[in-house]
């Protein structure tokens, strides 16, 4: 528990040990976290109600692997160091960027393996130019702080960040919640959506969009934080009845409060450096989506 004392000195007129640690330091972290941790579980549910794939997340599509090649690029170009918000800038360009060639690829009117399987292909060349600028970079010190970077943290984040990369992640919130009702008609198969008034491009188009705003500005500003997408919406379906509308509903506290726990957990499992956010959300993610494969399996 917070003793009131802080909480009162942390919002006093006056500057305080206290107060610059919780406004500089803890708050923004944590609305950061909640933030970040509610756009990935929205868009992992509805990714996984659109493509109707257990294992769809958001990194399926691109957005994650594109905006971290543009926040690299940020780094690669020396642009970070002159220009403070060159890094979360290019991470938003990069998922605006992953949009347009997704649907270059796919064209207008795109089937869900043809998403898939595009969204797959841009995920693979941003992962390659990632590793060829951290290969050629010239300054070994550059390739570790992009090296570190990619693995995912809220760690010196500020009030600044949080008013860069939030608006985005609302909007993006805001746009996938939109999309319930025509993912709960999508259920019944894409003929019965049809007859039901769902036009399958404008959904698409809703869910791609929602999912690189809320996507690309989390790594614009945190880095690669996987998993939280594909862990979230499995641990909450059972609890809203199967319905893709109510699990968006749930999902974005779920993520929240799932990103928050590991975000404090990273402050206090080792007494050396602190462990990324990214890392460990990989080392809960990895089994559980190894457990699911299985599950799967069994099942059919």
Same mark, same amino acid.
């Given at each position: 528990?917070?003793?009131?004392?802080?909480?009162?000195?942390?919002?006093?007129?006056?500057?305080?040990?206290?107060?610059?640690?919780?406004?500089?330091?803890?708050?923004?972290?944590?609305?950061?976290?909640?933030?970040?941790?509610?756009?990935?579980?929205?868009?992992?549910?509805?990714?996984?109600?659109?493509?109707?794939?257990?294992?769809?997340?958001?990194?399926?599509?691109?957005?994650?692997?594109?905006?971290?090649?543009?926040?690299?690029?940020?780094?690669?170009?020396?642009?970070?160091?002159?220009?403070?918000?060159?890094?979360?800038?290019?991470?938003?360009?990069?998922?605006?960027?992953?949009?347009?060639?997704?649907?270059?690829?796919?064209?207008?009117?795109?089937? #869900?393996?043809?998403?898939?399987?595009?969204?797959?292909?841009? &995920? %693979?060349?941003? +992962? *390659?130019?990632? /590793? @060829? $600028?951290?290969?050629?970079?010239?300054?070994?010190?550059?390739?570790?702080?992009?090296?570190?970077?990619?693995?995912?943290?809220?760690?010196?984040?500020?009030?600044?960040?949080?008013?860069?990369?939030?608006?985005?992640?609302?909007?993006?919130?805001?746009?996938?919640?939109?999309?319930?009702?025509?993912?709960?008609?999508?259920?019944?198969?894409?003929?019965?959506?049809?007859?039901?008034?769902?036009?399958?491009?404008?959904?698409?188009?809703?869910?791609?969009?929602?999912?690189?705003?809320?996507?690309?500005?989390?790594?614009?500003?945190?880095?690669?934080?996987?998993?939280?997408?594909?862990?979230?919406?499995?641990?909450?379906?059972?609890? #809203?009845?199967?319905?893709?509308?109510?699990?968006?509903?749930? &999902? %974005?506290?779920? +993520? *929240?409060?799932? /990103? @928050? $726990?590991?975000?404090?957990?990273?402050?206090?499992?080792?007494?050396?450096?602190?462990?990324?956010?990214?890392?460990?959300?990989?080392?809960?993610?990895?089994?559980?989506?190894?457990?699911?494969?299985?599950?799967?399996?069994?099942?059919?």
């Amino acid at each position: 528990m917070i003793p009131v004392g802080v909480i009162h000195e942390a919002f006093a007129e006056f500057d305080t040990a206290y107060g610059v640690i919780i406004r500089e330091l803890r708050l923004p972290r944590a609305i950061l976290a909640m933030a970040i941790g509610a756009g990935l579980g929205v868009a992992g549910a509805a990714l996984q109600g659109l493509l109707r794939n257990p294992l769809a997340e958001p990194g399926l599509i691109g957005v994650s692997g594109t905006a971290a090649l543009g926040a690299v690029i940020a780094f690669y170009s020396g642009l970070s160091v002159t220009f403070p918000f060159a890094l979360p800038a290019g991470g938003m360009i990069g998922a605006l960027i992953s949009v347009v060639l997704l649907y270059m690829l796919a064209g207008r009117d795109p089937s #869900v393996l043809t998403l898939i399987l595009a969204g797959v292909a841009i &995920s %693979a060349l941003a +992962g *390659a130019l990632t /590793t @060829l $600028a951290l290969n050629l970079s010239p300054n070994p010190y550059a390739a570790f702080e992009i090296f570190f970077w990619l693995m995912g943290s809220l760690a010196d984040r500020s009030l600044n960040h949080v008013a860069l990369a939030v608006p985005f992640i609302t909007v993006g919130i805001v746009l996938l919640m939109t999309t319930g009702p025509s993912l709960d008609a999508l259920t019944l198969g894409e003929d019965v959506a049809q007859s039901l008034g769902v036009r399958l491009s404008g959904l698409q188009a809703r869910v791609i969009i929602g999912t690189a705003l809320a996507v690309g500005a989390s790594v614009s500003v945190a880095g690669v934080i996987g998993f939280v997408g594909l862990v979230v919406p499995h641990l909450l379906r059972h609890a #809203v009845g199967q319905s893709p509308s109510r699990l968006l509903i749930v &999902s %974005a506290p779920g +993520g *929240a409060a799932l /990103t @928050l $726990a590991a975000d404090t957990a990273v402050r206090f499992l080792t007494n050396g450096p602190e462990l990324h956010l990214g890392v460990l959300t990989a080392l809960i993610g990895a089994p559980f989506f190894l457990g699911l494969v299985l599950k799967i399996r069994r099942e059919g």
